[in-house]
């Protein structure tokens, strides 16, 4: 897998080709020109025409190279011609040769191609070198022919050791995208598990805040019928009635639960207002007298949720465990948000050896919107449960 050219690589590779450009200029093309500004024959104008001629057809491929006038690859193949052509007229070349290499390599398209034309033009080169002077074994031995052969043989290994950097770091930088991509993969499977744990939570915790303590209430309330029906009917009227009620809700509870928006269903309007309402319907269905100091207080959604969550759990508790003989709620603003109390004089339990998923679901959903729930209690003194909760604004 190979590693797509990022902008950056791009860049780089783009301010290196600029900088081996003025290199190969200033190297390459102006020393056969500058050697010739003082001579007036034909080895002057053919130097500096061949000179032109290749800075001219290399500007053709590198000034725009999404859509070059000349191909880099026939480029190439004047750059051959020229070097050629010139080491014919001067008799030398091998400077020229060893700027133009890198040009093989970056134009070729391949290590095969760039050895090739690489060869063809130190070929090009001695041919012409041994064209221009007399044969000479000396003049072999230490000129430019030496050097251009040299300088092939350095830029074949040079390039080839390139190109293998290039190849294994692109292999890296392959098998590191691909365990980046797996990372993000397995990222996702555990964000996507993460969320259906915490669905899966948030409903569970919705049930037994809602449909389980009605269906408790419900047996409570039908067990209770059936005990005073024959002695007190008007009040197994009143209890069955309020079985109808709590079923009702219940059901409007498990709609609101499979809806689109099951957070948005209980608790409208004032949260005071349905306080009041829940204490009437505990007192009713229990017989506890209930003192209830219920301020208006205003708070969004998911605060009234929460504080009409409690207050069911509280109560819930109180019913089932707390043998108690009267209720007291208080709800109040407070400094920086709302304070709910919920106390009874029953029969108390030790608070850390309590592990119930009503008491754990409580102190949850109210660290979601920023509070916090304190539970006081010891066996025989009864209950004090405190929810503070930053005020969110008006719903």
């Known amino acids: ?17 600029r900088w081996y450009v003025v290199v190969w200029v200033v190297l390459g093309i102006l020393p056969p020109v500058v050697s010739v500004l003082d001579d007036t024959g ?12 290749l800075a001219l057809c290399h500007a053709g491929v590198a000034a725009r190279p999404d859509r070059p006038v000349l191909r880099p690859r026939a480029f190439l193949g004047v750059l051959v011609l020229g070097m050629g052509a010139l080491a014919l007229v001067r008799g030398d070349g091998a400077a020229l040769f ?3 290499l890198p040009q093989f ?14 060869a063809a033009a130190a070929a090009a080169t001695v041919t012409g070198i041994v064209r221009h002077q007399a044969w000479d074994a000396q003049e072999f031995a230490a ?9 092939w043989l350095a830029g074949v290994l040079v390039g080839l050791g390139v190109v293998r950097i290039v190849e294994q770091s692109d292999e890296r930088a392959g098998r590191l995208g691909a365990e980046l991509e797996a990372a993000r993969l397995r990222l996702a499977e555990a964000h996507r598990l993460q969320g259906a744990t915490e669905e899966r939570e948030r409903l569970a915790r919705e049930i037994h805040d809602t449909l389980a303590q009605g269906f408790a209430s419900i047996v409570v309330l039908a067990e209770a019928a059936a005990s005073s029906l024959a002695a007190d009917p008007g009040r ?8 109808e009620r709590t079923a009702r809700e219940n059901l409007a ?4 639960l499979v809806g689109p928006a099951p957070q948005s269903g209980p608790a409208t309007g004032s949260i005071a207002g349905t306080l009041r309402r829940t204490l009437d319907r505990f007192a009713e269905d229990t017989g506890l007298p209930v003192t209830a100091d219920l301020a208006e207080v205003a708070c969004d959604g998911p605060t009234r949720i929460a504080l009409l969550r409690c207050t069911q759990e509280s109560l819930a508790n109180i019913r089932k465990h707390a043998a ?18 919920i106390t009874d004089d029953g029969q108390g339990f030790t608070v850390r050896d309590s592990h119930g998923f009503g008491l754990n679901g409580m102190r949850r959903r109210l660290a979601e919107l920023g509070g916090e729930l304190t539970v006081t209690s010891s066996p025989g003194d009864g209950t004090r449960v405190f929810a503070a909760l930053p005020a969110h604004g008006q719903g």
Not at 3 to 16: A, H, I, V, W, Y
Not at 105 to 118: D, E, N, V
Not at 236 to 243: D, G, K, T, V
Not at 328 to 336: C, D, F, I, Q, Y
Request: hydrophobic share 50%; aromatic share 8%; no cysteine.
């Open 1 to 17: 897998m190979t590693r797509p050219p990022q902008p950056e690589d791009r860049f780089r590779l783009r301010s290196l080709r």
């Open 42 to 53: 034909a080895t002057a104008y053919w130097s500096i025409g061949l000179s032109a001629a």
């Open 98 to 100: 060893i700027v133009s």
């Open 105 to 118: 390599w970056l134009l070729a398209g391949s290590p095969r191609r760039a050895i090739t034309l690489s």
């Open 143 to 151: 000129g430019n022919v030496v050097f251009t052969l040299i300088g």
């Open 236 to 243: 197994a009227a009143r209890q069955l009635l309020s079985i």
């Open 253 to 256: 509870e498990a709609r609101v």
């Open 324 to 341: 108690a003989s009267q209720v007291s709620v208080v709800l109040g603003p407070a400094p920086w948000g709302i304070e709910l109390e």
